[in-house]
């Protein structure tokens, strides 16, 4: 095949009679065969060829196949494109047919036909020399006639300014600028015209146009013509500025210019519209550099794809998660000790030892700001306070509080998230809680970490090692979210009932605080300075409407609570305040609370003993009574008993009879 001027196409090519396009050297177009003829062609030829040769027909522009084979073959177009079948698919749906991909090489002649059944078949004469072209567009021209060179120069001048107007992230525009750089010159006006939107009777006239003087002349104005309508194009679009971007912008698999007018779906505006918003959003989150290139990839993408792709509203969500997140918004510590100490004594009486330790930690806080402080467990019996004094630390500090609750949690994304590859995939508790408070510091209460499970779906308490450790959890990273988030700012608390059953690793990272259960003197006082006034304001009672003396107090934690904590004082507290309401609403004045507070077991006990006694007493008495008068009445009748013995004796006497 190879001779001196270049590679060379068999003499005798099978013929393709095509009506719908136009196949150009260079470039690649996607037939569809349903003619007999042409069916016969891809059948025998294509299809049963082994060789590279046999893969290499003529493609007839401008001319349809006739209905039948038996039918004369009409004339055929003089010139043709000899291209290479890159793929056959066949279909049988809804009539059979293939569908030919060819790629052009060169032009032909036809010289004369050979036979025109089962398919044509002629003798051909190449037109363009098919070179193995090694020199770039740049040089290539060097040696060819002035006038020419003039011309090509122009035309690539033309082709780099079309280029300048289009978006270059576009993958077609992209593949237009590489080949524009690497293609000899002479090729250009027959890729240039199969690129830009052209009419087939355009690309007629280019495939007709031999020398390629010709070409030049004929390509050129097609592309300025071009280059005007998107500049007219773009002249218009530039009074509304929001839809310039658009302009340049053509969808993937647009062929430039001419489809952008095609652009006007409103969709595709408030599609526009969210991309920016959002963009605006993921530059104004202040986020680190990692998450930010994470951010505008997930962008990139979130453009390209449809809004109707199940994707779309996972990738929406992520980046509406990633903009909300507190990456770099935190209050402001107000840190002042004596302060700290009256909140915390306000809030809470007793725990000593528990306030002192929390105030030690805030004065080192107040020194240091950037403390990475331990973890503080306070462990201890239900209902001492545990949670609430937690929640008057954050107070106390002025920053926001969020408490986890890890009682039963044993799947260990429910701490770190799912990856987002997972169906209905969420970030962890830790994030989630970030999420909600808004910002980076807040006092976060892990509460009752005793009870944290283990199951299949993993270990949550290896979960919050690195959450709780100090030294990591600057760079704790979700599933989810997939990049470092900075957790050092956030004050973790943590509280259970026992330290027997926190895994030992996580033990080691805390600092345990043991908090006692309550004296009975403690728990008075509590119940006067804070369980009362409260239970009081949450039944909208008043004081004066409810008064309950210190030795009431007594007798309720003493009588009716066994417990470390204050928590059944408090319920029976708030059942003496659900009483005295009824009666207030009754329109009765209370005060006494004796009245109200049900009897005691004992005290009940005693009340019937008492009863029974003066029952028995009065039974005993009226026995007496009755006794008396029985004997009174035997003596003044003594002589009955008498007459009554005999009959007995009578009775003896008939028996013995
Ligand atoms: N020392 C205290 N001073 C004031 N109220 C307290 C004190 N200890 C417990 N309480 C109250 O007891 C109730 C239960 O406390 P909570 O913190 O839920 O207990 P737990 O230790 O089980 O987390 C809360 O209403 C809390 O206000
Ligand atoms: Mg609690």
């Known amino acids: 095949m190879t001779s001196d001027g270049g590679i060379k196409i068999p003499s005798r090519l099978p013929l393709l009679l095509s009506h719908e396009g136009v196949l150009l050297p260079g470039s690649t177009v996607r037939f569809s065969v349903d003619s007999p003829r042409n069916m016969q062609l891809v059948s025998q030829r294509l299809l049963r060829g082994t060789s590279l040769k046999s893969t290499i027909i003529g493609v007839i522009p401008n001319t349809r196949d006739p209905e039948h084979d038996t039918d004369d073959l009409p004339t055929l177009h003089k010139i043709g494109t000899a291209g290479i079948a890159v793929q056959v698919v066949g279909s049988n749906w809804p009539k059979p047919h293939y569908s030919l991909l060819i790629t052009g090489l060169c032009r032909f002649r036809v010289s004369s036909l050979l036979k025109e059944r089962p398919f044509v ?51 077609v525009v992209a593949k237009f600028r590489r080949l524009l750089d690497s293609l000899p010159r002479e090729t250009l006006p027959d890729v240039v015209a199969s690129m830009i939107r052209t009419s087939n009777k355009e690309k007629l006239q280019v495939l007709d146009a031999v020398s390629l003087e010709e070409r030049f002349k004929k390509a050129l104005p097609m592309l300025t013509k071009q280059i005007e309508g998107l500049k007219l194009l773009q002249k218009t679009r530039k009074m509304n500025p929001d839809n310039e971007k658009r302009v340049l912008s053509v969808r993937k698999g647009g062929v430039f210019p001419g489809r952008q007018f ?28 990692a998450a ?122 429910d701490i770190r998230g799912h990856r987002r590859t997972y169906v209905g995939s969420m970030p962890g508790r830790i994030i989630n809680g970030l999420k909600t408070v808004g910002v980076n510091n807040p006092v976060f209460l892990l509460d009752e970490v005793d009870k944290l499970g283990k199951s299949l779906q993993g270990d949550p308490a290896a979960a919050l090692l690195e959450v709780l450790d100090p030294e990591q959890n600057h760079s704790f990273t979700d599933h989810y979210l997939n990049v470092a988030f900075d957790l050092s700012q956030v004050l973790f608390i943590a509280t259970a009932n026992t330290t027997a059953t926190i895994p030992p690793a996580l033990l080691d990272r805390m600092e345990v605080l043991q908090v006692p259960g309550y004296t009975q003197e403690e728990r008075v006082e509590i119940a006067h300075r ?56 009754e329109g009765h004045r209370v005060t006494k609370t004796e009245d109200l507070i049900p009897e005691s077991p004992t005290q009940q006990g005693g009340k019937t003993l008492k009863n029974l006694q003066k029952e028995m007493q009065s039974m005993l008495a009226s026995m007496l009574c009755f006794y008396v008068i029985i004997l009174s009445w035997f003596k003044m009748n003594n002589w009955q008993c008498k007459y009554q013995l005999p009959t007995c004796n009578g009775l003896q006497h008939q028996c013995t009879h």
């Open 292 to 413: 930010l290139r994470v951010c505008l990839k997930e962008l990139k993408r979130l453009k390209k794809m449809p809004q109707s792709m199940p994707e779309y509203a996972l990738t929406r969500n992520y980046l509406d998660l990633m903009v909300e997140l507190p990456w770099s918004k935190s209050t402001k510590d107000c840190l002042d000790i004596r302060a700290a100490r009256t909140l915390l004594d306000n809030d809470h009486y007793a725990m000593d030892k528990l306030k002192r330790r929390v105030l030690e930690y805030l004065a080192v806080r107040q020194l240091k700001t950037s403390l990475k402080g331990p973890i503080l467990c306070f462990v201890g019996p239900p209902g001492v306070g545990k949670t609430s004094v937690g929640r008057s630390i954050a107070r106390t500090l002025g920053r926001e509080f969020h408490r986890i609750a890890l009682g039963g949690v044993c799947d260990q994304s």
């Open 262 to 289: 095609n652009l006007d779906g409103e969709d595709e505006e408030e599609d526009g519209d969210d991309a920016v918003a959002l963009e605006k959003k993921v530059h104004g989150a202040n986020m680190p550099d």
């Open 121 to 171: 078949l002629a003798e051909v004469e190449q037109l363009d020399k098919l070179d193995q072209y090694t020199t770039p567009a740049t040089e290539g021209a060097a040696a060819e006639d002035e006038e020419l060179g003039e011309l090509s120069k122009k035309f690539y001048q033309a082709a780099v300014q079309l280029l300048g107007m289009l978006d270059m992230s576009v993958p």
């Open 530 to 585: 804070h369980l009362i006034p409260n239970q009081l304001e949450q039944h909208g009672l008043t004081p004066q409407q409810l008064h309950i003396p210190q030795e009431t107090t007594q007798d309720i934690i003493s009588r009716y609570t066994r417990e470390a904590g204050v928590r059944s004082l408090e319920r029976k507290i708030g059942a003496i305040c659900r009483a005295v309401a009824v009666k207030v609403a």
